[in-house]
């Protein structure tokens, strides 16, 4: 089930169902949306990215969905695997800015 | 191949303190970012260095913060008489591109600072 905890939102599934992730995000102006995981005591590290011309990108075991009407975003792994226990970040670009702004994250944790 | 490395990857400072934490980014990364980030939090935006100049230091808190990338490739993040609040994790990315086509950066394992 989903719970917000005191720092992180928490996702707790079993080993081979499939996980959704979602993100709002703040600005409507922003055009290009990024996905990352990190896993503890790393970076960040890109999963799959999508530009807001899109409202669906697949990848290997993942899907973004994009939401422009309500601002949401999601992402989705099929048959999630233990090592897809990590926080998730969504963050999200504005058109020309290099600068992205991150949202607060989803702690990800998978039993096997 | 080598992915960004920053070093320490740990740092206990006391308060009043100096600290200099390095990020080698990936040769050839014209990109380089520097983030902040809290317990629990995503990464905040501290500056961004295209090549050796700095074009946005916009997110630095204070003027104790500091940056510098002199040879267009590693930089040096400084923090003058650290403070408490200064303990987190300090990110390095660096990207190959200007921002134009994509904006997928690639990450350091990051330097925990904590300040006592």
């Known amino acids: 089930g989903e719970s917000v905890g005191l720092h992180l939102p928490t996702l707790s599934v079993q080993e081979g169902d499939n996980s959704i992730i979602n993100c709002a995000y703040s600005?409507?102006?922003?055009?290009?949306f990024i996905w990352y995981k990190q896993e503890s005591g790393k970076g960040p590290q890109f999963i799959i990215d999508?530009?807001?011309?899109?409202d669906k990108r697949q990848g290997q075991r993942v899907t973004v969905l994009l939401n422009k009407t309500v601002k949401h975003l999601s992402l989705q792994i099929a048959a999630t695997q233990p090592g897809d226990s990590a926080v998730y970040f969504c963050?999200?670009?504005?058109?020309?800015?290099?600068?992205?702004?991150f949202g607060r994250g989803t702690s990800l944790i998978v039993h096997p | 191949g080598a992915g960004v490395s920053q070093s320490p990857r740990y740092k206990v400072a006391k308060r009043g303190q100096d600290v200099a934490l390095r990020c080698d980014p990936i040769?050839?990364?014209?990109?380089l970012f520097w983030y902040q980030q809290a317990l629990g939090q995503g990464p905040e935006f501290l500056t961004y260095?295209?090549?050796?100049?700095?074009?946005?230091k916009s997110g630095l808190p204070s003027d104790r913060f500091f940056a510098e990338r002199p040879e267009g490739s590693v930089s040096t993040l400084k923090i003058q008489r650290t403070q408490q609040e200064d303990s987190a994790v300090y990110l390095c990315?660096?990207?190959?591109?200007?921002?134009?086509?994509?904006?997928?950066?690639?990450f350091g394992p990051g330097t925990r600072l904590t300040v006592t």
């Open positions: 990315a660096s990207s190959p591109d200007y921002g134009g086509i994509t904006y997928e950066q690639y």
């Open positions: 600005n409507s102006a922003s055009d290009y």
């Open positions: 999508i530009r807001s011309n899109m």
């Open positions: 963050a999200e670009n504005i058109e020309g800015s290099y600068i992205p702004t």
């Open positions: 040769s050839g990364h014209v990109s």
């Open positions: 260095f295209q090549n050796e100049a700095q074009l946005d």
